[in-house]
């Protein structure tokens, strides 16, 4: 007998063409509508939710280094309330609590610097494009005639008689306050320092491509450009410092893993320095005054992604020695020497998790001005200004009996007597 599989195939398919078009009619017409579930919207997380939690830090060494730089048992927390918010009567000389502020200059400052003659502010004010130097009464000179408007950067020679500008657009000139010579250097060059004698400079030069990405160093003016360390396209992570005893002229460092990166110290003549572990991310670095040690800010997952205060031995045999956490949490841009063994720092009162990731988290944040010792690694509270400031940049004259600071919110320059 021979099977229609057509005629079965057919009759299948009419089957099920009839029960799914009886469900159909039943689902629109017959079957009841579940009540509606209600549900209730959590509130939205904030941003910092989405940053790592913060971790216990493991005790004792951390990582292989060179030197045997010692750790503390523990951080100490800032104080969270000062004597700004309990009402006290400020002090005319600081002496660690409220402490008058004088407001020397209302000008939109931008990188000021300690003058040559150990007291004055020498400063370039954004509004009119001008250098000025402001003396200890609060008077303003302006240091030349000559206007530059719209400067990114500026990189003030040590004996701050020149400073190298740098524009958005890639132009560089170098200005000589004492002749009134302008010089224009190439715009492939970026991140300029002098060296301590104020006659070299150490830049980036960047290139089309990445072979062609160099650490470079020449004369003031540009000649004699010497290619120091091909940089390739980690050139993010070189930093231009020529260190004060003219062994360094740049740092580098390489990722370890997210908390941990090595340092090296770069030289101009293909020196083999010693490299040192430093213990986060987003460094920021200060040579003391000699250039022996060097102080620096990094953030981890140990410090809840806020920048943490770290000092460590920089020079010959000893780099990577005596590294030792301060208890700091602040940035090393907010910090100035007094002495080789003395700086003193602006210190946020608290910090959101993640402000060392982005520093605009604590742009409003009052901060009050600590002494920090760092042979000893001991801090005091030194000053708590009458206003509640954002510091920029810290001051302090030759003869350290004045601090002076910025403001981040206004760029206004103020006085602190430490003496």
């Given at each position: ?246 062994l360094s002229v740049a740092l580098f460092t390489e990722s ?61 045999e000893n780099i990577g020695a005596n590294r030792q956490s ?18 003193y720092c602006a210190v946020p009162a608290n910090l959101p ?67």
């Amino acid at each position: 007998m021979v099977i229609n599989y057509k005629k079965i195939i057919l009759i299948v398919g009419f089957l099920l063409g009839c029960l799914f078009i009886g469900y159909l009619i039943y689902a629109l017409f017959f079957k009841s509508t579940p009540p509606a579930v209600t549900t209730e919207t959590p509130p939205a997380a904030s941003s910092l939710a989405q940053l790592p939690s913060a971790k216990v830090g493991a005790s004792g060494a951390v990582g292989a280094d060179a030197g045997t730089g010692k750790l503390p048992s523990g951080e100490k927390a800032a104080p969270s309330e000062t004597p700004r918010s309990l009402g006290q009567e400020a002090a005319v000389v600081a002496q660690g609590g409220l402490t008058q502020t004088t407001l020397l200059s209302s000008l939109a400052s931008f990188a000021p610097t300690l003058g040559d003659n150990g007291a004055d502010i020498y400063f370039y004010n954004r509004n009119d494009g001008q250098f000025y130097r402001l003396n200890g009464n609060g008077q303003a000179t302006a240091l030349s005639d000559k206007k530059f408007f719209n400067v990114a950067r500026v990189s003030w020679a040590a004996n701050k008689q020149k400073a190298m500008m740098e524009y958005p657009d890639g132009a560089n000139i170098l200005y000589n306050f004492q002749t009134g010579q302008q010089l224009t250097l190439p715009k492939h060059w970026q991140d300029f320092d002098f060296s301590p004698q104020s006659t070299q400079i150490v830049a980036k030069s960047i290139g089309l491509n990445p072979e062609n990405n160099w650490l470079i160093t020449a004369n003031e003016d540009g000649s004699q450009a010497r290619a120091i360390e091909n940089l390739g396209a980690n050139y993010p992570a070189a930093y231009s410092s020529w260190s004060p005893n003219n062994l360094s002229v740049a740092l580098f460092t390489e990722s370890i893993d997210f908390n941990r990166q090595r340092l090296y110290f770069i030289g101009q003549n293909d020196e083999n320095f010693k490299s040192t572990t430093i213990e986060g991310r987003g460094p920021e670095f200060k040579w003391t005054p000699s250039g022996s040690r060097l102080l620096y800010s990094v953030y981890s997952d140990a410090t809840n992604l806020n920048p943490s205060l770290w000092v460590v031995d920089a020079q010959g045999e000893n780099i990577g020695a005596n590294r030792q956490s301060l208890g700091i949490r602040t940035w090393a841009d907010k910090c100035a020497f007094s002495s080789e063994t003395v700086a003193y720092c602006a210190v946020p009162a608290n910090l959101p998790e993640g402000a060392g990731l982005f520093p605009e988290l604590a742009q409003n944040t009052a901060d009050s001005i600590y002494k920090i010792d760092l042979t000893t690694g001991s801090y005091s509270l030194a000053a708590v200004p009458d206003g509640a400031y954002n510091i920029q940049t810290i001051i302090v004259s030759a003869d350290e009996r004045q601090l002076y600071f910025t403001d981040g919110a206004t760029g206004n320059i103020h006085k602190i007597r430490l003496k």
